[in-house]
Nanobody, 116 residues
Framework: QVQLVESGGGLVQPGGFLRLSCAAS????????SKWYRQGPGKQRELVAT??????TYGDSVRGRFTISRDYENDVVYLEMNNLKPEDTAVYYC???????????WGKGTLVTVSS
């Protein structure tokens, strides 16, 4: 079992910056797939970014503004969000897929509000 805890959400003005963290209860494996999703008010859950051992991918709406990274030493996945827009307002969820046990793990989410 892996527990994921997100932090770093809050209220920020348009054009601002936030860094979200997702702390895992155990060590990452090299073949783990980590993702950030978000769900805005009245919207479906949307995949924001993915990181594997060798690559990163981003949703069209955040590419060029958001960066996902993974710290193996501290077992944390980050999402750096630049040039935030009101439409980025959402609850952001951390997800881990562990190939070794075929399990999907989720955090409880952290709220990001972009507003002036």
């Amino acid at each position: 079992q892996v527990q994921l805890v997100e932090s770093g959400g809050g209220l920020v003005q348009p054009g601002g910056f936030l860094r979200l963290s997702c702390a895992a209860s155990g060590s990452f494996f090299s073949n783990d797939v980590s993702k950030w999703y978000r769900q805005g008010p009245g919207k479906q859950r949307e995949l924001v970014a993915t990181i594997t051992d060798g690559s990163t991918t981003y949703g069209d709406s955040v590419r060029g503004r958001f960066t996902i990274s993974r710290d193996y030493e501290n077992d944390v996945v980050y999402l750096e969000m630049n040039n935030l827009k009101p439409e980025d307002t959402a609850v952001y969820y951390c997800n881990l897929y562990r190939e070794d046990d075929g399990m999907d793990y989720w955090g409880k989410g952290t709220l990001v509000t972009v507003s002036s």
